[in-house]
């Protein structure tokens, strides 16, 4: 596997690309950064999370637990079942 390198691009290069969609520079930068930290996990910091988005994000979380759950006592049913028939015979 190889390796990529980073590019990188001139501050004037970045404020031409900015202007060429009509953009204040820092809006994206302000984008680029909020993007790298919804990529690492983190919620976005410029509006708080409404009450529905809170619990939708907590059930979210629990129903990844319970199918975690779920696939584990399927695993342990099928060793149970198979340790059960190699005993009755």
């Known amino acids: 596997m190889t390796k990529r390198t980073r590019r990188l691009f001139s501050a004037e290069f970045k404020l031409e690309a900015a202007q060429a969609i009509n953009m204040d520079k820092s809006t994206m930068d302000k984008w680029v950064r909020q993007l790298k930290e919804e990529h690492q996990g983190k919620s976005p910091k410029s509006s708080p999370m409404a009450p529905e988005q809170i619990e939708i994000r907590n059930l979210k979380k629990k129903l ?18 198979s340790d059960s028939l190699n005993n009755s015979h």
Do not use: C, S
């Not at 399927?74 to 060793?79: D, F, G, Q, S, W």
């Open 64 to 81: 990844a637990t319970l199918e975690e759950h779920n696939e584990i006592l399927k695993k342990v049913t099928a060793l149970l079942m």
